[in-house]
């Protein structure tokens, strides 16, 4: 592994609200959204929108606006979790009252770099807790382990209501590692594509690795790439969202997809299409706002942990980690 390089994982913020304007968040001019991801320490680089929501790729992941709901996901070492006051303060102006916080991320593979308030899942638990109104009275901080101590899931959920919102949309987050070095390959700039735009790149990119396969066939595909290397796209198809962020990089190689389902028999299906696309030799992923999961079996991948947890807001989070069978007879030999 390299001694310092790029930070693929994601930290990830997730928040509801309540109001009567149907644009809600929306209505976040481009000016206050610039002001407020200059405080993560990023920018829009793309942006995309529907009739129910917009989608944003920024030069460390992806954010998303619906009228009452918001989910930003930054990459490397932003500061994600500067831009809750902001956020707060800004949607108090439309008269949006929060409801649900949920924060979320995986174990840094350079936790030293990070910066505050991300140096430990605890400074950021205390952060959000300072920060946050006293009406989220319902708060849960817990780690989700695994079968290596350098997998865990972290999960953060603050709530107005006790209730744990079965019934509604299922978001599924999967982080990968030590990617396919042909699957890696697809994304850096090939010859002939240093002049293109990170549009044109991206669209290159989205081909040649076959992203279609994992986004959905009916999925409008938003994408954009990097220079010398690395890819993000946002999918949109109705209401639902996918997105995929990829560093290729040898010795920290990552690729993370998210998408949000509505029935748990889609989640099988969809996981074996991700690893067909990046074949990596680790991945974990979690589920929240189903029922209790469990996936039994990833193509070419067995299961080594699983563990689950109910968070008021949030519902039943189920986090796995799987390995490739060949990585899995080794370590057992």
Known sequence: MAVSGFEGFEKRLELHFFGDDPMGLRRLSFKTLD??????QC???????NAHFDAYVLSESSLFLYPDKLVIKTCGTTG???????????????????????????????PNAQLSPHTSFKEEVFFLEKNLPASLRHR???????????????VYSASSKADDFTG????????????????????FRWPGEAGMSGHEAGREMTRRAGIADAAGPR?????????????SMNGLHADRYSTIHVTPEEGYSYASYECVLTEESEIQTLLNKVN??????????????????????????????????TFSGAGVVTYQTFVTEMEEEWSSA
């Not at 074949?279 to 029922?291: A, E, K, L, N, W």
Request: charged residues 20%.
């Open 35 to 40: 002001h407020i991801l200059a405080a993560v």
């Open 43 to 49: 920018r829009v680089v793309s942006a995309v929108g």
């Open 80 to 110: 994600l979790l500067h831009s809750v006051p902001l956020l707060l303060h800004h949607a108090a102006a439309l008269g949006l009252k929060l409801l649900r916080c949920k924060y979320t991320r995986g174990s840094f593979i350079f």
């Open 140 to 154: 849960k901080a817990r780690v989700l382990p695994s079968h290596s101590s350098r997998h865990k899931w972290h």
């Open 168 to 187: 509604g949309p299922i978001t599924v987050e999967v982080c990968m590692t030590e990617l396919d070095r042909t699957v890696a390959d697809r994304f």
């Open 219 to 231: 999925a409008f595909i938003c994408e954009f790439a990097f220079d010398p290397c690395g890819y």
């Open 276 to 309: 067909a696309v990046f074949r990596p030799g680790v991945m974990s992923v979690s589920v929240t706002g189903g029922p209790e999961t469990c996936i039994e079996k990833i193509t070419g991948m067995s299961c080594r942990s699983r563990a689950s947890e």
